[in-house]
Each structure stands twice: as structure tokens, then as C-alpha cells.
């Protein structure tokens, strides 16, 4: 299963973002959904995940800027992105868990292609 993850682009420093990410042909109910994200030069790392009961768990750097959110009926995670730093600019990847676990990471079953942010200083 490719999941697609959209929504990126350029912002200056302070703005706003959504990101998508959707499971063509696929139910996200009952997966858990994380967002990862990579800059350049630099490792894979967690920013925000739902749980199958719309738990949010999120990444210390991100807390009280992200929300993540889920719409079942729409196939959809959503990532709102608020006032943005140029250190969030980076590729951003969505990933699932088909039976709901929320040990975000690279275990996640399925996994789309990133959608790139730039934030601008």
C-alpha cells in the first residue's frame, strides 16, 4: 500500500501549513498514522502520530505548533502546521500501522513518499 502525503510548499518563518495523507483504495480505520520527518544531512525523526482512537502523541520540538488529526470517512491524517521555524523545513513522510500499534518508526507497515517544506527565515 503507497500512501500519499501532500499539502508541502514554501512559507516564511510564522506561518501555516496542512499536510494530507491519504490511502487511496484503503481505510485508515483502526491503523495508527505517524508523520516523520528528514532534513538534510540528518536522521529520520518522529513529529506527530494518531492512534486508532484518535489519541495524538507528538514530538517535544513540534508540541503546541502541530496538530494531528483524522477524518476515517475520508481516508485521511491530517498535519495542521503552525507558526513554522525555518528548523521544521524538511521532507515529511506519513506511515501506517495496520493493526493500530504506536511504536512510531520504521517498523510502520506502510509508508509514502515525503512531501517537501521549506520555511523561510
Known amino acids: 500500500v503507497q500512501l500519499q502525503a501532500s499539502g508541502g510548499g514554501l512559507v516564511q518563518a510564522g506561518g501555516s501549513l496542512r499536510l494530507s495523507c491519504a490511502a487511496p483504495g484503503r481505510t485508515f480505520n483502526g491503523y495508527a498514522v505517524g508523520w516523520f520527518r528528514q532534513a538534510p544531512g540528518k536522521e529520520r525523526e518522529f513529529v506527530a502520530g494518531?492512534?486508532?482512537?484518535?489519541?495524538?502523541d507528538y514530538a517535544d520540538s513540534v508540541k503546541g505548533r502541530f496538530t494531528i488529526s483524522r477524518d476515517d470517512a475520508k481516508n485521511t491524517v491530517y498535519l495542521q502546521m503552525n507558526s513554522l521555524k525555518p528548523e521544521d523545513t524538511a521532507d515529511y513522510y506519513c506511515?501506517?500501522?495496520?493493526?493500530?500499534?504506536?511504536?512510531?518508526?520504521?517498523?510502520?507497515?506502510?509508508w509514502g513518499k515525503g512531501t517537501l517544506v521549506t520555511v523561510s527565515s
Open positions: 494518531i492512534r486508532r482512537n484518535s489519541s495524538p
Open positions: 506511515a501506517a500501522d495496520r493493526y493500530g500499534r504506536h511504536n512510531y518508526g520504521p517498523a510502520m507497515d506502510y
